[in-house]
């Protein structure tokens, strides 16, 4: 019996977990359309569609486990520099990390 009761904490944990995790995401609709958003302007400045497409997919995706929709006001009023204020270098950090789909 005491199996039982510890199985089904650790159930009602996870799906908790899950769900709190779920309410901090970006609403999808606005992800794909700030992803769209982003992939023409970089394409506009010069940066092939298919570099721009996985850069902004890259740095959307980043940005949304980040800070997710807790810190995104935060994060809208934060510029990348790594010397900057707390969230000035997380944003710094998440767009580094997708600097691959740049040209070099």
């Not at 609709?29 to 997919?57: H, V």
């Not at 940005?63 to 520099?81: C, I, L, R, S």
């Amino acid at each position: 019996m005491k199996s039982k009761f510890n199985i089904s904490i650790c159930i009602v944990l996870v799906l908790v977990s899950i769900n709190a995790d779920a309410a901090d995401l970006w609403l999808r609709g606005a992800k794909l359309a700030y992803i769209d958003r982003c992939a023409e302007s970089m394409s506009s400045q010069g940066l092939p569609i298919k570099n721009a497409k996985a850069y902004c997919t890259c740095t959307t995706n980043g940005m949304e486990a980040e800070f997710g929709m807790k810190e995104y006001d935060q994060m809208m009023k934060a510029e990348a520099n790594p010397n900057g204020g707390k969230y000035d270098r997380r944003l710094y950090n998440v767009l580094m990390a997708c600097k691959e789909h740049l040209p070099k």
